[in-house]
């Protein structure tokens, strides 16, 4: 999630330079690097942890050359690298609530095969359940969810909202389902509190949703 989210820079950088929606860039990038690196991983026998730092570097890199050589004003890019959800306009709001609803459905509907393929993908295979396929599938379903949270508290600071509740609801709950809900309703919680207080103290709210979430995890 993290090399997929620095290097979705690169799909904001090329979005403003042909000028599309910034969101729209990023998704369509954010697919590409992230069945780049699942499709590697899965055929090759290149480190996964290389992999994703090579493909991370390029995307941040292509990204700014494109904003580089984009000509006239540049609106304001801080917001997609550290957070800035009060900037967030409503059709961004409409296209991040469809990406909710699909990524739901995914994992409603193939629940227990992606749980087969994340603790034991040869088992899985042996069972004559679709692994390579599986794989890619949710690889771009945290490419999506990575996009959707980007303004939230920005591509820099996206893989902590994405681990830090998962963590702590670990520590409490063994079952998976049980785990997910209550991960979503930390990141829920965590995200109210932060905006709250960085509106409050007048802070960056991406910034802040991520102390606030570190602070209770500490605890």
């Known amino acids: ?13 090329l979005a403003y330079f042909f ?3 910034p969101v729209l860039g990023a998704i369509a990038f954010a697919l590409v690097v992230a069945l780049g690196m699942g499709w590697v991983e899965r055929k090759t026998q ?3 942890d290389t992999i994703i730092g090579v493909m991370w570097a390029i995307g941040m890199a292509v990204g700014i050359i494109a904003i580089d050589l984009t000509q006239g004003y ?17 059709q961004e709001l409409i296209i991040m609530l469809i990406l909710n609803l699909m990524i739901g459905a995914m994992v409603f509907l193939f ?32 490419a999506l969810t990575v ?10 600071m996206v893989i902590a909202l994405l681990t830090i509740p998962a963590a702590i609801a670990g520590q409490f709950v063994q079952d998976i389902k049980q785990m997910m809900f209550l ?6 919680a965590f995200t109210t509190t932060g905006l709250w ?7 960056t709210s991406g910034a802040t949703i991520i102390l606030v979430a570190g602070t209770a995890k500490s605890h």
């Open 197 to 203: 207080l960085s509106y409050f103290f007048n802070l």
């Open 1 to 13: 999630s993290g090399g997929i989210a620095h290097a979705a820079y690169g799909g904001i950088g």
């Open 111 to 142: 629940y227990k095969e992606l749980l087969a393929i994340s603790f034991d993908p040869v088992f899985a295979t042996t069972r004559n359940i679709p692994v390579d396929a599986l794989y890619l599938t949710l690889v771009a379903a945290i």
């Open 183 to 188: 991960g979503s309703l930390l990141g829920m």
């Open 147 to 156: 996009v959707m949270v980007m303004q939230v508290v920005g591509l820099i």
């Open 74 to 90: 540049k609106a304001d890019l801080m917001s997609y690298l550290f957070g800035s959800i009060l900037t967030v306009p409503r």
């Open 19 to 21: 000028g599309v929606n």
């Open 46 to 48: 290149q480190r996964a």
